[in-house]
């Protein structure tokens, strides 16, 4: 683009195949674990017939090179022993020894963004301390895409500097998961607790923990929520996939250690792209979902689970979003109202980044577009994981400037910053 209105930053997150994670590894749909007839029965009986001397030969072969690459290795596998052996009817009983060997054959090593990493939201760091003046730490999170093309949540910490350079935080081979308490999948409220123990943020991985997950925790757009006593929380909207059907649900932490994980109902429940307003409106939650596939909705709610109704406020206009728009990630407020990063889908499936601005008290009213990209494809970024791809979950604005992190041909993550005196003069 000529002129362009996205200053290009030089940092960059490329997929790294080294970081791996250690995970519950399946032969079977985790709900048919616990069958006494069943495969992973079998292998467990196997297990437990060795003589001690090859069961120790066993371990020895396998616990020295996983504790090397895996801080918490011995969390994990007893984690792994106990969800294991409480799936069966009468449940499972071992030694120390036996339950760490029987962990470690149905635990698995995952390298989290061995073929992407991309999709990025950026928020604030909950903790500013010790920084130089003008300065503001980052929480990035990322979409990270593993073998089988499966999505995992991942992390990045770092600092926006004064003069709007950026610096990430060295990002070592480390990735550890959290510990999970899962809902009763047969209630009427599915709720997980995720914590994680005391290691660096860039080190955590959400990683999918329900079969609703099974293929992916996609697109997490994540917002600084402000309540109206005060009380401030991160939250997210993110896509579970199964392999077939897509499902909104939410994260909610306040410290990036232990998170929240419910689902969404309403209409909104099999959608894509919805995202938060980061502090109700006239005492409602809000939210920006795309319903119909193609355009962008405001939702408004008394409950944050359940989420009925919608209006399309914004609707494709221009050729480079003939084919669907979405917002891309939370509305930011500014001094003019609500900015929205929007993108949209035109020519051979070319995805363009937008901008809009909605009224500060009315958000269904549209008050001003971008009628031309605000962020497209160049040469030099066209090819990928998907070609011809620039997509963002999400910005920040500190002053007169927004921050905005993007993904690249599904394949890796650039950060741009905006004028938004230009960005504002760029609307009709």
């Known amino acids: 683009m000529t002129d362009p209105i996205v200053t290009k930053r030089g940092e960059m997150l490329c997929p790294d195949p080294s970081r791996t994670v ?14 006494p007839n069943g495969r992973t029965a079998r292998v467990i009986q196997r297990l437990l017939s060795l003589s001690p001397d090859e069961m120790e030969a066993e371990l ?17 596998l007893g984690h792994r022993f106990d969800d294991l052996a409480s799936r069966f009817p009468d449940r499972l009983t071992a030694n120390d020894r036996q339950a760490r060997l029987i962990a470690l054959f149905f635990s698995e090593e995952y390298s989290v963004e061995a073929a992407a990493l991309f999709n990025p939201s950026v928020v604030p760091h909950f903790d500013q301390d010790g920084l130089p003046e003008g300065d503001t730490r980052l929480i990035v999170s990322l ?3 593993g073998e089988g093309h499966i999505s995992s949540l991942i992390f990045q910490t770092g600092v926006w500097h004064a003069d709007d350079t950026i610096t990430l935080d060295p990002r070592g081979g480390l990735a550890t998961g959290p510990t999970a308490v899962l809902p009763d999948l047969d209630g009427p409220k599915r709720t997980a607790e995720l914590t994680f123990p005391d290691v660096p943020i860039c080190d955590r991985v959400i990683y999918p923990f ?6 992916g925790i996609e697109d997490a757009r994540f917002c600084r929520f402000v309540d109206d006593d005060g009380q401030v929380d991160y ?32 209409n909104v429940r099999s959608r894509k792209g919805a995202a938060w307003f980061p502090r109700r409106i006239d005492g409602r939650y809000a939210m920006l979902a795309r319903l119909d596939e193609e355009s962008i909705f405001l939702m408004m709610s008394d409950d944050p689970d359940t989420w009925a109704g919608g209006t399309a406020i914004i609707r494709p206009r221009f050729p480079w979003e003939f084919v669907q728009m979405g917002n ?4 930011i407020e500014i001094d003019e109202g609500w900015l929205v990063l929007t993108h949209g889908v035109g020519r051979a499936r070319r995805y363009c980044m937008g901008a809009a601005l909605l009224d500060r008290d009315d958000p269904s009213r549209l008050l001003a577009r971008t009628s031309k990209p605000i962020l497209e494809p160049e040469a030099d970024e066209r090819g990928g994981y998907v070609p011809n791809v620039v997509y963002s979950c999400g910005g920040m604005v500190r ?5 905005l992190p993007y993904g690249i041909a599904d394949n890796y993550t650039a950060f741009g910053t905006v004028d938004l005196d230009r960005l504002m003069a760029a609307m009709t």
Request: hydrophobic share 30%.
């Open 22 to 35: 250690l995970r519950p590894f399946h032969l079977t749909d985790p709900a048919e674990e616990g069958d």
């Open 210 to 215: 329900l079969p609703s997950q099974g293929r």
């Open 235 to 266: 939250r997210c909207t993110f896509t579970a996939f199964d392999g077939l059907d897509n499902r909104q649900s939410v994260f909610k932490t306040r410290d990036f250690r232990t998170f929240i994980g419910r689902r969404l109902d309403g």
């Open 399 to 403: 002053g007169r400037t927004l921050l």
């Open 60 to 76: 020895t072969a396998v616990t020295d090179a996983l504790n090397a690459r895996h801080q918490d290795a011995g969390r994990v």
């Open 143 to 145: 979409r990270g895409i």
């Open 328 to 331: 891309c990630g939370s509305p």
